[in-house]
């Protein structure tokens, strides 16, 4: 090289060396469906923490009043409210009757709307009483549970035995007796001093109220009944329309009432609920091992 002439230099550039070696990515496996097995497979999770203690075979079920009262609940709250419909479906049923009474004074009316007017009036009157009977049944087996409930609750016996509730729901204890039993129960669901006079709450006024109007309005249709003329029988409608009206808002009250002594016997906060996982189940029998094939792969 001569001096004073420039130096020939050549450049090569190349890539940076990566920090983690490079890998082609791995195209995902398409889904083919579940995995299937040559045979029915051995192992999986146990059943024990999905099941209650009582579904254990070999132990004694022991399940208390007041769960047993909310299970009714439920039960005579949603008979109840197919009673309250069944029953708005009677009251709009004679409503219609009605009208057209009032029509056919100075109309002609047609064939067709009064066999549909008819046949309304039939299924309806046919619906409400089963379901009411049905809900009413419910109910009842609901009150014995509740009281059963209150008495666990307080540690004392309620303040008359059973047959006499039973009694008290025959024509003229009825107007009475359900509501000064539902009033005690309330009491002790309060957990108010048994020495203290029981006093019925708002609620529980407004339906021993309707209650009775309920009764009240259904023994005069009753008799209503068995009146003759056209005047008679166009009361009759207008009385099995106020009798379904208010046979509604007794499901509905009934329903409140229901909830609203369930809630103070049995309070239920979802909030503060958790899972409940079983730890051991006392008293249940061995379970007897089943011997494995010799011809099954693990």
Request: contains cysteine; proline residues 10%.
């Given at each position: 090289?001569?001096?004073?002439?420039?130096?020939?230099?050549?450049?090569?550039?190349?890539?940076?060396?990566?920090?983690?070696?490079?890998?082609?990515?791995?195209?995902?496996?398409?889904?083919?469906?579940?995995?299937?097995?040559?045979?029915?497979?051995?192992?999986g999770?146990?059943?024990?923490?999905?099941?209650?203690?009582?579904?254990?075979?070999?132990?004694?079920?022991?399940?208390?009043?007041?769960e047993?009262?909310?299970?009714?609940?439920?039960?005579?709250?949603?008979?109840?409210?197919?009673?309250?419909?069944?029953?708005?479906?009677?009251?709009?049923?004679?409503?219609?009757?009605?009208?057209?009474?009032?029509?056919?004074?100075?109309?002609?009316?047609?064939?067709?709307?009064?066999?549909?007017?008819?046949?309304l009036v039939?299924?309806?009157g046919?619906?409400?009483?089963?379901?009411?009977?049905?809900a009413?049944?419910?109910?009842?087996?609901?009150?014995?549970?509740?009281?059963?409930?209150?008495?666990?609750?307080?540690?004392?016996?309620?303040?008359?035995?059973?047959?006499?509730?039973?009694?008290?729901?025959?024509?003229?204890?009825n107007?009475?007796?359900?509501?000064?039993?539902?009033?005690?129960?309330?009491?002790?669901?309060?957990?108010?001093?048994?020495?203290?006079?029981?006093?019925?709450?708002?609620?529980?006024?407004?339906?021993?109220?309707?209650?009775?109007?309920?009764?009240?309005?259904?023994?005069?249709?009753?008799?209503?009944?068995?009146?003759?003329?056209?005047?008679?029988?166009?009361?009759?409608?207008?009385?099995?329309?106020?009798?379904d009206?208010?046979?509604?808002?007794?499901?509905?009250?009934?329903?409140?009432?229901?909830?609203?002594?369930?809630a103070?016997?049995?309070?239920?906060?979802?909030?503060?609920?958790?899972?409940?996982?079983?730890?051991r189940?006392?008293?249940?029998?061995?379970?007897?091992?089943?011997?494995?094939?010799?011809?099954?792969?693990?």
């Amino acid at each position: 090289m001569r001096p004073g002439r420039p130096m020939a230099v050549d450049w090569v550039a190349s890539p940076p060396v990566p920090v983690r070696p490079y890998r082609e990515p791995r195209r995902q496996p398409r889904y083919t469906g579940p995995p299937s097995y040559p045979a029915p497979p051995r192992w999986g999770l146990p059943a024990l923490p999905w099941r209650w203690q009582v579904t254990v075979p070999g132990t004694v079920p022991r399940v208390s009043p007041a769960e047993r009262m909310r299970v009714l609940a439920g039960t005579a709250t949603t008979l109840l409210w197919v009673t309250a419909l069944a029953c708005g479906l009677a009251a709009v049923a004679e409503l219609w009757r009605y009208v057209m009474l009032l029509i056919s004074r100075s109309a002609v009316l047609s064939y067709g709307w009064l066999k549909a007017s008819d046949a309304l009036v039939i299924t309806a009157g046919v619906l409400a009483p089963v379901t009411a009977l049905v809900a009413g049944t419910a109910t009842v087996l609901w009150l014995l549970r509740a009281r059963q409930a209150a008495a666990e609750a307080t540690d004392r016996a309620p303040a008359r035995p059973d047959w006499q509730v039973l009694l008290g729901l025959l024509p003229g204890p009825n107007l009475s007796v359900p509501g000064s039993t539902l009033t005690e129960l309330e009491h002790a669901a309060l957990g108010e001093p048994a020495d203290r006079r029981p006093s019925p709450s708002r609620l529980l006024r407004i339906w021993w109220v309707t209650w009775a109007a309920g009764l009240l309005l259904a023994a005069v249709t009753l008799l209503w009944g068995l009146r003759s003329g056209v005047q008679a029988q166009a009361d009759g409608v207008v009385l099995r329309i106020l009798t379904d009206s208010v046979a509604v808002a007794v499901a509905v009250l009934s329903v409140k009432v229901v909830a609203s002594i369930t809630a103070l016997l049995s309070p239920l906060d979802n909030a503060a609920a958790h899972r409940m996982l079983v730890v051991r189940v006392e008293g249940a029998p061995t379970p007897q091992r089943r011997p494995r094939a010799t011809t099954h792969r693990r």
